[in-house]
């Protein structure tokens, strides 16, 4: 499962451990952590008794620590001098020169002038104060976050479906009792390599893994049965599936009378997908339709679980809604062991979305265009509705318009100069930006760009609460001394607001008190926190969301009885196949998909940091097939250069069977001149308004030995 041996516990003495949890991804693995254990100890192990990982950790997680003394972590507050070069400043000048830029920009071309843009990555407690700092202390309606290149088209397709978002409607634990489950566009063995330990489990229990990927990953390596599809054909093969469902009546009537509406449209459909016409779109042959359809109907529990593959399209939303609607028609959500979850990325992707940083919305998943939820969030933070701004721009409009409608931007948490798609138009509005704030503890490529950096503290520096990929809120704990220097998040942006007029609405000392506003603002919401409190948190293994009061002991499961929308029934969407944004053509003949490696973490700004994760993977490699290889004479090693409709950029060449020959693959874990998003496009999905990564058009335009 990972590269290095697992640190054997006892080297940690439980006597200094505290209990935390991993500053990377959704898995949120419990990591023990001790401080001042001398040299030769590791300060990282993982936690044996934190029902998620069970004390496996991955690569990224045994090294986590080696970023919080990390040589090339900054410590001043930094201004830029007349000549462009950065220079210490107290945060005293840094925070008036942030503040009186806003308020010039404000002046000079209003309060939507001012942009912030936030992150997954933060806490809950970090999360609601951000959305309150930009509504509130700025007053702009443009706040949105990197979760909308991440979650939102998972998120849309469940609140349409279901009316709720939540990740995981079920813990982690029930995949050892599913008889079957199917991952599509997920490559866990690569991205949430502990989740593996709940596959291993689930084969012992005579359990069958299906994998979708166009790349046969080894998560597919681990699989009963690998459908090597076509990328941006998901939705076609959900539909197909459909068919065969029908066609061998295998679909679950009674549920569907009694706990859905919306079918008969959708049947209609489905029956267009004859498995002839879904294998000449898929390539995926009909036996394996029809066997995959019966594993999963015939089951008494199945799953499906999408990722990024399957929504990182600009059909990202009606693709999750082709999978919905399957497992709805086969009666399987809500049902034991079994449904429709998709599997949120990072650390917080979960409260990320839920408390207040999306364009569209307020704390608690309320929405920012709803008068009644504005009311409600009003009182909470003693303001008038009418002076809540409405609905902003989402992350890749907000950033596409940098330099025009937008001129000062705060970013908390995101490395948009290597995660954004169609980089060197992002790169050039960066560069047309009046003022550019970065808060975080190293300089990346998007500070390359900024007039003003902030340090702050790091995961284990800090208090706060994150929300799990199962939607089990924990506790992040202050484990480790900052060093001199830097500050909290929170307390950036408490002195911001001091200095825009309305200090008092951001008093918090600790974010405990954040939370106990969050825990008031999102009372009577559908993300329900208000029955969570830290000292419920400290006496369990975290409490899952909605838990409206304070002796309720949180929702494990969903949907046994009832879905969330206000008749109870889960919604069925008739959705259709149809073309990406940039199909290959005779001019752009490959399809180009994106994604990541087990060593890095997204844009890379933390992970090539690592001495021991960067020699493992120093550069991205692009993979290409064997077959195509041969036609261009490329071999492993070659210097390929890959044209898009937007840029050219060189890699080195992987040679490897395990792709399609129709496909490449690279990850987007660097920037620069290595920056895989400089090939991708803006095309966004009309509803999560969430780019197309994982599809663009491309053609070999040379090869160099
Ligand atoms: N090591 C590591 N772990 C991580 C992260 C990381 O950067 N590195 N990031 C975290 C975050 S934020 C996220 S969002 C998750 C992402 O976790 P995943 O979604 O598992 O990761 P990806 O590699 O982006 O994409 C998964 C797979 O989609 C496949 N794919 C490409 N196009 C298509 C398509 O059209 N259809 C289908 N079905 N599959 C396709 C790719 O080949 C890839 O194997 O990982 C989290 N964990
Ligand atoms: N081509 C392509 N592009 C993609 C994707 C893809 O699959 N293909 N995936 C997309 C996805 S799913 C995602 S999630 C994005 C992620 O990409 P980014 O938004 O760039 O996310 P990270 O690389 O995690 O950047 C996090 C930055 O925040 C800092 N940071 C971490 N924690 C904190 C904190 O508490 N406070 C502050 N102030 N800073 C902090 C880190 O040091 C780092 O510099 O990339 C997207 N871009
Ligand atoms: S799987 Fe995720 S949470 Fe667990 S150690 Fe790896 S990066 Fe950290
Ligand atoms: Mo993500």
């Not at 005293?92 to 912030?116: C, L, M, P, S, W």
């Not at 309150?132 to 397709?157: E, Q």
């Amino acid at each position: 499962m990972t590269a290095i041996p697992p640190i054997p516990l006892n080297t940690l003495s439980s006597a200094l451990a505290v209990r935390t949890h991993c500053p990377y991804c959704a898995f949120q693995c419990g990591i023990l952590m001790g401080e001042d254990l001398g040299a030769d100890m590791p300060r990282v192990s993982g936690d044996p008794h934190f029902p998620v990982n069970n004390g496996q950790l991955c690569i990224k997680g045994w090294t986590s620590s080696a970023l919080l003394d990390h040589p090339e972590r900054v410590t001043t507050t930094q201004l830029r001098d007349s000549r462009g070069e950065w220079r210490d400043a107290s945060w005293e000048e840094a925070f008036d020169f942030i503040a009186g830029k806003f308020k010039t920009i404000r002046q000079r071309h209003g309060a939507n002038a001012n942009g912030v843009f936030g992150s997954g990555a933060l806490t809950n407690e970090k999360t609601y104060l951000l959305g309150k700092f930009a509504r509130v202390a700025l007053g702009t309606a443009n706040i949105d976050y990197n979760g909308r290149f991440c979650m939102s088209s998972a998120a849309a397709a469940q609140n349409r479906a279901f009316g709720i978002d939540r990740g995981l409607p079920f813990p982690i634990a029930d995949l050892e009792h599913a008889e079957v489950v199917m991952l599509v566009g997920a490559n866990t063995a690569d991205t949430l390599p502990p989740m593996m330990q709940w596959f291993d489990r689930q084969k012992k229990a005579r359990g069958r893994l299906i994998v979708a990927d166009p790349r046969r990953t080894d998560t597919a390596r681990a699989a009963d049965m690998f459908l090597q599809l076509t990328p941006g054909t998901d939705l076609a093969l959900a539909n197909g599936l459909l068919y065969v469902a029908l066609e061998e009546r295998l679909t679950d009537e009674r549920y569907i009378a009694e706990r859905t509406t919306g079918f008969d449209a959708v049947r209609a459909v489905a029956l267009q997908y004859h498995p002839a016409r879904v294998e000449r779109l898929t390539g995926v042959p009909e036996s394996q339709l029809r066997q995959a359809t019966r594993w999963l109907a015939t089951a008494r529990a199945s799953m499906v679980l999408t990722s990024r593959g399957t929504e990182q399209h600009s059909k990202g939303v009606e693709s999750v809604h082709s999978w919905i609607n399957l497992m709805l028609a086969l009666g399987k959500v809500g049902k034991p062991h079994s449904g429709y979850g998709t599997l949120t990325g990072q650390g917080n992707g979960q409260g990320g979305r839920e408390h207040g940083q999306k364009a569209d919305q307020l704390p608690g998943y309320r929405l920012i265009e709803v008068d009644a939820h504005r009311e409600a969030i009003a009182k909470v933070w003693g303001v008038d509705p009418e002076s809540l701004p409405r609905k902003g721009k989402s992350a890749f409009e907000l950033l596409d318009s940098l330099g025009s409608e937008i001129r000062g931007l705060f970013v908390m948490g995101s490395n948009v100069a290597v995660a954004a798609p169609h980089l060197s138009r992002i790169e050039q509005r960066l560069k047309s930006l009046e003022l550019l704030v970065v808060c975080d503890s190293f300089h990346n490529e998007t500070s390359a760009h900024a007039h003003v950096f902030l340090p702050v503290y790091q995961w284990a520096e800090e208090d706060g609460t994150m929300t799990n990929l199962e939607g089990r809120v924990i506790r992040r704990r202050a484990v480790s001394r900052p060093p001199p220097g830097p500050r909290s998040d929170l307390d950036v942006l408490r002195e911001l607001a001091v200095r825009l007029g309305c200090g008092e609405k951001f008093a918090f000392r600790t974010a405990e008190s954040v939370f106990n506003e969050l825990r008031r603002a999102t009372a009577g919401a559908t993300a329900d926190y208000s029955g969570i409190t830290y000292s419920k948190i400290e006496s369990s293994d975290g409490v899952f969301w909605p838990c409206p009061s304070e002796d309720h002991p949180g929702s494990l499961r969903l949907f046994a009885e009832r879905f969330h929308h206000p008749d109870g029934r889960a919604r069925f969407f008739a959705v259709e196949h149809r073309p990406a944004g940039e199909e290959p053509d005779a001019e752009f003949p490959l399809f180009f998909t994106t994604g990541r490696y087990k060593e890095h973490y997204n844009s890379g700004a933390q992970t090539r940091l690592v001495s021991r994760l960067r020699n493992a993977k120093p550069i991205p490699r692009l993979e290409l097939h064997p077959r195509l290889a041969r036609r261009h004479r490329v071999v492993t090693g070659s210097r390929v250069t890959v044209e898009s409709r937007r840029a050219k950029m060189e890699f080195v060449a992987e040679v490897t069977a395990d792709i399609r020959p129709d496909t490449l693959f690279a990850p987007f874990h660097w920037g620069g001149r290595d920056a895989a998003n400089l090939l991708t496009s803006g095309v966004l999905d009309p509803i999560s308004r969430m780019p197309e990564f994982k599809l663009t058009a491309v053609r070999i335009a040379g090869v160099r030995p």
